[in-house]
């Protein structure tokens, strides 16, 4: 199967640095352009100068939360087509239900899953163009 990665600009938003190095390490090997943010309000002012292609989001995090980021991005025309993965901890059925209403693309819970079930996921995202 071709890289869809490949050259790809891959934004990731994670408070915990041990993780973010994890996936920092993945997506370099998948050849994909990396860009990352500690924290919600990081996250939004890095957007405002350079958008990626798709955007890994943690929901809990420091000051703004990740519904709030989803929030920001899907309500501003610049930023509202970049597909969003939400990635979390939180799998109540609720976190879920709000995070695709905002308009996430998917819900990946942390704790289920692989690297390489990460790469696949943000491959079938951007394959599809983002939003179902």
């Known amino acids: 199967m071709e890289n869809v990665l490949k050259g790809k600009k891959v934004m990731w938003v994670e408070d915990d640095l041990f993780l973010s190095s994890l996936i920092s390490k993945k997506f370099s090997t998948e050849g994909c352009e990396l860009q990352f943010a500690k924290t919600g309000q990081e996250a939004l002012d890095a957007l405002k100068k350079d958008k990626p292609d798709i955007l890994l989001l943690d929901i809990m995090l420091p000051g703004v939360d990740g519904f709030e980021v989803l929030r920001q991005?899907?309500?501003?025309?610049?930023?509202?087509?970049?597909?969003?993965?939400?990635?979390?901890?939180?799998?109540?059925?609720?976190?879920?239900?709000?995070?695709?209403?905002?308009?996430?693309?998917?819900?990946?819970?942390?704790?289920?899953?692989?690297?390489?079930?990460?790469?696949?996921?943000?491959?079938?995202?951007?394959?599809?163009g983002g939003n179902k």
């Open 73 to 128: 991005i899907k309500a501003d025309p610049t930023t509202k087509d970049i597909p969003v993965i939400l990635f979390s901890n939180l799998n109540q059925e609720q976190d879920v239900e709000k995070g695709l209403k905002l308009g996430a693309s998917r819900f990946i819970i942390k704790a289920t899953v692989a690297l390489d079930d990460i790469i696949k996921e943000v491959g079938e995202v951007l394959t599809e």
